[in-house]
Each structure stands twice: as C-alpha cells, then as structure tokens.
C-alpha cells in the first residue's frame, strides 16, 4: 500500500511538472507570437537623395521606425521619380504592409496608386510634400511643413533688410533658383516670393529650377551672372542651390554677402540643415536661411501609435520653424499680422 501510495505522488507530481513546462513553453510561444504581432510592418517610399535635407529626413524615418522601436521598416528610394515611388507603393501593396509612408516627388498623379492601398486597407502617411487629390480620405494624414509661409517669412525678412538699408523697391534685382518644379516647396516657397515682389514692386530678373541641387545651383547662377549685370539678391529654394549659386559668384569674380549697396550678392535660403550652409550663414555669405525641419520620423511614429489607438489624428500636421540670419538688426519680421522671431547665429 505504502508503495502504491508513492508512486501515486511521483506520477502526480511528475505530471504536475509536465503542465508547468508545457504551459510555459506556449507562454513563451504566444509570448512570441505576441511580440511579432506588435511589430508593425512600414513601407516607407522616400522621393530620392538629392539634398541633405532629404539624407536628414530619411535618417529620422529610419531611426524612429527601427526595430528596437517595433517596426519593420520597407526603405525604397525613389531615385527623384514618381515612377518609381508608385512601382514601390505597389509592392508595398502586394506585400500587405501595415501601413504606408509617402514623401511624394511632386504633387499630381497619385489618385490611382492611392484608391489601389484604400481598396487594400492600407492606411496612407504622407510626409513633408504634398499629395495633390480631390478625395482626401485617400490617405489618413500629412506632416511637414508650411512652405508658403517658409517664403513669406523670407519675403519679409527681406523687406525689413531693405527699409533699415535705405534701398528703394526698384533697386531691388532677384535671382530666383527655384526647387524641383511641381513639388509643394517649390509651389510654396516661390508664391511667398512672387506675392511679395508683387506686392513692393521689387524685380524678379529671372526664374529657373535648380532641382534642390549643389550642382543645378551653380549651373543656374552662372547662367543668370552671364546674361543680367544687375541681380543683387539671389533667392535660392534649398541649402544645396545656395553652396551652388554662390560658387558660381565667386568664380564670376563677385562676392556673395549682405553689402548690396556695395556691390555684393545678397544670398538668402531654406533648410538650415547643411553644415556648410550654416558656416556661410555665419560668414554673411548667406545671409538667411529659413528653417525647414526635416525631423519627421518621430512624428510619423506618433501619428502611427495613434492610429493604432483607434485614434483619428489631426489631417495636417505642421512643424514649427524659425529664420536664421547673420544680420544682427533684424530680430523679427512680421507676416500679415503676425509677428516671428529671428534666430541670430553668429
Ligand atoms: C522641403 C523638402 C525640400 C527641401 C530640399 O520640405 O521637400 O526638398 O527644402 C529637399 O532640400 O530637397
């Protein structure tokens, strides 16, 4: 009896251990399904590498949607065409990606490719440039920044620059390099121009795309300095025109600074991301750079945490920048009836 008393015990006891593993052993197993259930699968299409602000921004996308963060994160490059932004949505599409992250080249053809996520349950996540669609619902949100208002801001700063220099509307000579046509910081920065130049009567000599590039930059100021003897200011839509154009003036013989009442080339300019750009900024050879901030990744990441909340966010989700100038006098700028801080860097 003692015995059959024992082995009763050791089977129970044994079976009670045999539970113990398996139940943890699936514990684990669910706790890894579980944990690869929480990684969300991103693919993000990026319009190219063609400026650091661009090489920026990808850095951020990539940082905040890391692994260690929970995401697989689809990089494609678009390589500067929407060809191959929309070949890539496709694939993301084919691979049923929890989600898709847009930075659109430009802002018109993307209806089809975008009605094809919808249809696929795929919510959509456009950054910085905008989608230009009649039916918003296509995608859940947008951030990035207000590009018109970027070109007001400077349009403005501008202005202050010529009423505290004395200089008359009509002494007012712009070279203008604009971004890649068709993109919303192209459409943006140069209505902030155009409206201002308009409105003061300040001449635009001439207008032509630099594509966001050091090289196309150049290209284009040397061809501005060879036909007109009489711009003064050059209004440059990126960092990367503005190293490029003011390469062009220097090898011209001309000097790039704030002095126009003394034949120096005022250059002004957007992003504040380039390291180089900033140095000039420090040296008066650019004179402005209205900041376009490029930290979106972990804006995404937010707007993505929400949406798996059941939350809706914000359609528009616009940053906050600022102007920088190495022009001591000018500590603000006013915009309509508001009014903006310039940083002063020295
Ligand atoms: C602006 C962005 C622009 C940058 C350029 O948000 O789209 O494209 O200003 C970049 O440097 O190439």
């Not at 045999?18 to 669910?30: N, Y």
């Not at 949505?89 to 209806?111: C, H, K, N, S």
């Not at 001449?203 to 007109?228: C, H, N, P, Q």
Request: hydrophobic share 40%; proline share 2%.
């Amino acid at each position: 009896m003692r015995k059959t008393v024992r082995l009763t015990a050791i089977l129970l006891l044994l079976a009670t251990f045999l539970v113990a593993c398996r139940s943890t052993a699936v514990s684990e197993s669910s706790t890894e399904t579980e944990s690869e259930r929480k990684m969300i699968t991103v693919g993000f299409s990026q319009l190219g590498a063609e400026s650091d602000w661009r090489s920026t921004n990808t850095e951020s996308m990539q940082t905040a949607l890391s692994k260690e963060n929970g995401y697989n994160l689809i990089y494609k490059n678009g390589q500067q065409k929407q060809a191959n932004q929309i070949t890539a949505l496709r694939m993301f599409i084919q691979q049923d990606v929890d989600y898709i992250v847009l930075a659109p080249e430009t802002e018109t053809g993307w209806e089809f490719v975008l009605q094809e996520a919808q249809a696929a349950g795929i919510p959509v996540i456009i950054v910085d440039r905008r989608v230009n669609v009649d039916d918003r619902s296509l995608y859940s949100c947008w951030v990035g920044s207000d590009f018109e208002l970027e070109g007001q801001k400077m349009a403005a700063w501008i202005y202050e620059y010529t009423k505290i220099k004395g200089i008359a509307a009509e002494d007012i000579h712009i070279a203008h390099i604009q971004g890649t046509m068709g993109s919303t910081a192209q459409l943006g920065r140069t209505r902030g121009l155009t409206n201002t130049a308009r409105e003061y009567g300040w001449d635009i000599v001439a207008s032509e795309s630099g594509d966001f590039t050091e090289i196309r930059g150049k290209e284009v100021m040397a061809s501005f300095l060879r036909k007109y003897d009489n711009i003064n200011i050059v209004y440059c839509e990126n960092d990367n025109e503005a190293i490029g154009a003011i390469a062009a003036i220097e090898a011209a013989g001309k000097k790039a600074g704030p002095d126009i009442a003394n034949g120096e080339i005022m250059v002004v300019s957007f992003d504040g991301i380039n390291q180089d750009a900033m140095q000039y900024l420090r040296e008066g050879k650019i004179s402005c750079i209205a900041e376009c901030n490029p930290l979106h990744g972990p804006r995404v990441q937010t707007l993505i945490e929400m949406i798996e909340r059941g939350e809706t966010p914000e359609k528009f989700n616009y940053v906050t920048e600022t102007l920088f100038s190495s022009v001591p006098e000018i500590k603000n700028i006013k915009v309509g009836d508001e009014s903006y801080e310039v940083d002063i860097v020295k």
